[in-house]
Protein backbone atom coordinates (compact mmCIF):
# COMPACT_ATOMS: atom_id res chain seq x y z
CA UNK A 1 0.00 0.00 0.00
CA UNK A 2 1.26 3.66 -0.93
CA UNK A 3 1.22 5.36 2.24
CA UNK A 4 0.75 9.25 2.41
CA UNK A 5 2.39 11.45 5.22
CA UNK A 6 0.02 12.18 7.33
CA UNK A 7 1.71 14.27 10.52
CA UNK A 8 -1.67 14.95 11.99
CA UNK A 9 -2.65 11.31 12.00
CA UNK A 10 -1.27 10.65 15.80
CA UNK A 11 -3.33 13.46 16.81
CA UNK A 12 -6.75 12.43 15.44
CA UNK A 13 -6.73 9.11 16.80
CA UNK A 14 -5.48 10.19 20.32
CA UNK A 15 -8.43 12.37 19.95
CA UNK A 16 -11.42 9.38 19.95
CA UNK A 17 -9.97 7.17 22.15
CA UNK A 18 -13.60 5.63 22.12
CA UNK A 19 -13.27 4.42 18.92
CA UNK A 20 -9.55 3.37 18.35
CA UNK A 21 -8.62 1.77 21.56
CA UNK A 22 -5.79 3.03 23.36
CA UNK A 23 -3.29 0.30 25.12
CA UNK A 24 -5.59 -2.97 23.76
CA UNK A 25 -3.76 -5.32 26.17
CA UNK A 26 -6.13 -3.65 28.92
CA UNK A 27 -8.80 -5.93 27.47
CA UNK A 28 -7.40 -9.40 27.26
CA UNK A 29 -9.79 -11.65 27.84
CA UNK A 30 -12.59 -8.67 28.62
CA UNK A 31 -13.39 -7.52 25.17
CA UNK A 32 -17.10 -8.09 25.90
CA UNK A 33 -17.14 -5.64 28.88
CA UNK A 34 -15.76 -3.08 26.25
CA UNK A 35 -19.02 -4.33 23.76
CA UNK A 36 -21.54 -4.02 26.75
CA UNK A 37 -23.03 -7.73 25.59
CA UNK A 38 -21.95 -11.49 24.82
CA UNK A 39 -22.14 -11.37 21.51
CA UNK A 40 -19.48 -12.94 19.21
CA UNK A 41 -16.10 -11.33 17.81
CA UNK A 42 -15.09 -11.11 14.78
CA UNK A 43 -11.77 -9.49 13.79
CA UNK A 44 -10.31 -8.49 10.31
CA UNK A 45 -6.54 -7.89 10.26
CA UNK A 46 -4.94 -5.14 7.55
CA UNK A 47 -8.43 -3.43 7.69
CA UNK A 48 -7.03 -0.41 5.70
CA UNK A 49 -9.19 2.23 5.11
CA UNK A 50 -12.19 0.36 6.73
CA UNK A 51 -15.29 -0.21 4.10
CA UNK A 52 -15.20 -3.87 4.62
CA UNK A 53 -15.42 -3.84 8.70
CA UNK A 54 -17.76 -0.68 8.40
CA UNK A 55 -20.23 -2.42 6.44
CA UNK A 56 -20.22 -5.41 7.71
CA UNK A 57 -21.13 -4.01 11.39
CA UNK A 58 -24.07 -1.82 9.92
CA UNK A 59 -25.37 -5.32 8.28
CA UNK A 60 -24.71 -7.53 11.60
CA UNK A 61 -25.91 -5.42 14.71
CA UNK A 62 -25.51 -8.83 16.40
CA UNK A 63 -21.45 -9.38 15.59
CA UNK A 64 -18.85 -7.55 17.59
CA UNK A 65 -16.24 -6.37 14.82
CA UNK A 66 -12.26 -5.07 15.61
CA UNK A 67 -10.71 -4.37 12.85
CA UNK A 68 -6.77 -4.12 13.11
CA UNK A 69 -4.22 -1.97 10.97
CA UNK A 70 -0.81 -1.26 11.55
CA UNK A 71 -0.17 2.08 9.39
CA UNK A 72 -1.92 5.19 11.48
CA UNK A 73 -1.89 7.14 8.13
CA UNK A 74 -4.44 4.36 6.93
CA UNK A 75 -6.64 3.50 10.13
CA UNK A 76 -7.61 7.50 10.39
CA UNK A 77 -9.51 6.63 7.05
CA UNK A 78 -11.53 3.49 8.80
CA UNK A 79 -11.44 6.23 11.67
CA UNK A 80 -13.59 8.64 9.60
CA UNK A 81 -16.07 6.02 8.53
CA UNK A 82 -16.82 4.99 12.26
CA UNK A 83 -17.18 8.45 13.09
CA UNK A 84 -19.59 9.02 10.36
CA UNK A 85 -21.42 5.92 11.44
CA UNK A 86 -20.95 5.69 15.32
CA UNK A 87 -21.45 1.80 14.87
CA UNK A 88 -21.62 0.50 18.92
CA UNK A 89 -20.53 -3.12 17.72
CA UNK A 90 -16.95 -1.82 15.88
CA UNK A 91 -13.87 -0.74 17.14
CA UNK A 92 -10.66 -0.39 15.69
CA UNK A 93 -6.71 -1.23 16.76
CA UNK A 94 -3.68 0.48 15.41
CA UNK A 95 -1.51 -2.59 16.03
CA UNK A 96 0.40 -4.78 14.66
CA UNK A 97 -1.26 -8.47 14.05
CA UNK A 98 2.64 -9.88 15.34
CA UNK A 99 0.62 -8.64 18.86
CA UNK A 100 -2.54 -10.26 18.47
CA UNK A 101 -1.64 -12.75 22.36
CA UNK A 102 -1.40 -9.94 24.37
CA UNK A 103 -4.51 -8.74 23.10
CA UNK A 104 -7.05 -11.44 22.89
CA UNK A 105 -7.16 -14.38 25.17
CA UNK A 106 -7.85 -17.70 23.91
CA UNK A 107 -11.60 -18.47 22.75
CA UNK A 108 -12.28 -14.39 22.30
CA UNK A 109 -12.30 -14.24 18.68
CA UNK A 110 -14.38 -16.55 16.67
CA UNK A 111 -13.80 -15.24 12.98
CA UNK A 112 -10.28 -13.84 11.34
CA UNK A 113 -11.16 -11.75 8.36
CA UNK A 114 -8.05 -11.60 6.21
CA UNK A 115 -8.89 -8.85 2.81
CA UNK A 116 -6.07 -8.55 0.25
CA UNK A 117 -3.14 -9.48 2.56
CA UNK A 118 -0.11 -7.98 1.42
CA UNK A 119 1.57 -10.63 -1.10
CA UNK A 120 5.14 -10.27 0.07
CA UNK A 121 6.30 -11.73 -3.08
CA UNK A 122 10.09 -12.31 -2.24
CA UNK A 123 10.86 -15.77 -0.75
CA UNK A 124 12.96 -13.98 1.61
CA UNK A 125 9.68 -11.94 3.30
CA UNK A 126 7.77 -15.15 3.40
CA UNK A 127 8.08 -14.40 7.56
CA UNK A 128 5.45 -12.08 6.57
CA UNK A 129 3.06 -13.02 4.96
CA UNK A 130 -0.14 -13.23 7.56
CA UNK A 131 -0.98 -16.90 6.29
CA UNK A 132 2.83 -18.12 7.24
CA UNK A 133 2.56 -20.69 10.17
CA UNK A 134 3.96 -18.29 12.73
CA UNK A 135 0.45 -16.17 11.89
CA UNK A 136 -1.59 -19.06 11.77
CA UNK A 137 -0.45 -20.55 15.03
CA UNK A 138 -0.84 -16.94 16.72
CA UNK A 139 -4.63 -16.91 15.42
CA UNK A 140 -5.31 -20.65 16.90
CA UNK A 141 -3.85 -18.69 20.53
CA UNK A 142 -7.03 -16.17 20.19
CA UNK A 143 -9.62 -18.37 18.41
CA UNK A 144 -12.64 -20.23 19.65
CA UNK A 145 -12.22 -24.30 18.84
CA UNK A 146 -13.55 -24.34 15.17
CA UNK A 147 -12.52 -21.11 14.72
CA UNK A 148 -12.69 -19.62 11.18
CA UNK A 149 -10.21 -17.77 9.44
CA UNK A 150 -12.02 -16.39 5.84
CA UNK A 151 -9.53 -14.91 3.37
CA UNK A 152 -9.95 -13.35 -0.50
CA UNK A 153 -6.92 -11.65 -2.61
CA UNK A 154 -6.65 -10.74 -6.17
CA UNK A 155 -2.88 -11.93 -6.00
CA UNK A 156 -3.15 -15.88 -7.52
CA UNK A 157 0.55 -16.46 -6.34
CA UNK A 158 -0.40 -15.42 -2.77
CA UNK A 159 -3.59 -17.55 -2.16
CA UNK A 160 -1.83 -20.47 -3.93
CA UNK A 161 0.73 -20.43 -1.22
CA UNK A 162 -1.77 -20.11 1.70
CA UNK A 163 -3.90 -22.87 0.64
CA UNK A 164 -0.39 -24.95 0.92
CA UNK A 165 -0.08 -23.22 4.28
CA UNK A 166 -3.18 -23.81 5.68
CA UNK A 167 -2.90 -27.29 4.47
CA UNK A 168 0.59 -27.91 6.51
CA UNK A 169 -1.06 -26.08 9.40
CA UNK A 170 -4.12 -28.98 9.20
CA UNK A 171 -6.89 -26.79 8.39
CA UNK A 172 -9.95 -27.95 7.14
CA UNK A 173 -11.02 -26.01 3.95
CA UNK A 174 -14.75 -25.56 4.10
CA UNK A 175 -15.44 -23.02 0.70
CA UNK A 176 -12.82 -22.12 -2.00
CA UNK A 177 -13.53 -19.63 -4.83
CA UNK A 178 -11.23 -18.84 -8.12
CA UNK A 179 -13.54 -15.86 -9.19
CA UNK A 180 -15.76 -14.99 -6.38
CA UNK A 181 -17.74 -12.20 -8.23
CA UNK A 182 -19.07 -14.97 -10.72
CA UNK A 183 -19.74 -17.03 -8.66
CA UNK A 184 -22.83 -18.46 -6.40
CA UNK A 185 -21.45 -16.98 -3.39
CA UNK A 186 -23.99 -14.44 -1.61
CA UNK A 187 -23.37 -11.26 0.45
CA UNK A 188 -20.04 -10.18 -0.39
CA UNK A 189 -18.84 -7.25 0.82
CA UNK A 190 -16.39 -5.32 -1.68
CA UNK A 191 -12.81 -3.86 -0.20
CA UNK A 192 -11.07 -1.03 -1.22
CA UNK A 193 -8.53 -3.16 -2.92
CA UNK A 194 -11.04 -5.67 -4.00
CA UNK A 195 -12.61 -2.95 -5.71
CA UNK A 196 -10.12 -1.50 -7.34
CA UNK A 197 -8.71 -4.92 -8.77
CA UNK A 198 -11.56 -6.54 -9.94
CA UNK A 199 -12.92 -3.22 -11.89
CA UNK A 200 -9.12 -3.52 -13.51
CA UNK A 201 -10.63 -7.28 -14.87
CA UNK A 202 -8.85 -9.25 -11.70
CA UNK A 203 -10.43 -12.75 -11.04
CA UNK A 204 -11.13 -12.32 -6.56
CA UNK A 205 -9.57 -15.55 -5.01
CA UNK A 206 -11.54 -16.27 -2.16
CA UNK A 207 -11.88 -19.07 0.87
CA UNK A 208 -13.23 -20.04 4.38
CA UNK A 209 -10.75 -22.78 6.44
CA UNK A 210 -11.91 -23.44 9.79
CA UNK A 211 -9.05 -24.85 12.39
CA UNK A 212 -9.84 -28.29 14.18
CA UNK A 213 -10.94 -29.31 17.75
N1 LIG B 1 -7.98 -5.02 3.63
C1 LIG B 1 -7.86 -3.76 2.94
C2 LIG B 1 -8.49 -3.86 1.58
O1 LIG B 1 -8.73 -4.99 1.13
O2 LIG B 1 -8.78 -2.82 0.98
C3 LIG B 1 -6.39 -3.30 2.85
C4 LIG B 1 -5.48 -4.17 2.04
S1 LIG B 1 -3.79 -3.62 2.09
C5 LIG B 1 -3.06 -4.41 0.74
C6 LIG B 1 -3.14 -4.57 3.44
C7 LIG B 1 -3.25 -3.83 4.78
O3 LIG B 1 -2.78 -4.68 5.80
C8 LIG B 1 -2.40 -2.57 4.83
O4 LIG B 1 -3.20 -1.48 5.24
C9 LIG B 1 -1.33 -2.91 5.87
O5 LIG B 1 -0.89 -1.78 6.59
C10 LIG B 1 -2.03 -3.91 6.73
N2 LIG B 1 -1.12 -4.83 7.44
C11 LIG B 1 -0.13 -5.55 6.88
N3 LIG B 1 0.53 -6.27 7.80
C12 LIG B 1 -0.09 -6.00 8.99
C13 LIG B 1 0.14 -6.43 10.32
N4 LIG B 1 1.14 -7.28 10.62
N5 LIG B 1 -0.67 -5.96 11.30
C14 LIG B 1 -1.68 -5.09 11.00
N6 LIG B 1 -1.93 -4.64 9.75
C15 LIG B 1 -1.15 -5.09 8.76
Not at 34 to 49: A, Q
Not at 99 to 117: C, H, M, P, Q, W
Request: proline share 5%.
Amino acid sequence: MRLRNKPWAKEKIAAYPQYIIPQPEQYKGRWHELFSNGHPIHIEIGTGKGRFITEMAKMNPHINYIGIELYESVIVCALDKLIENDLPNLRLLNVNAKDLTNIFAKGEVKRIYLNFSDPWPKKRHEKRRLTYRTFLELYENILVDEGEIHFKTDNRGLFEYSLVSFSQYGLVLQYVSLDLHRSDFEGNVMTEYEQKFSEKGNPIYRCEVKYRK
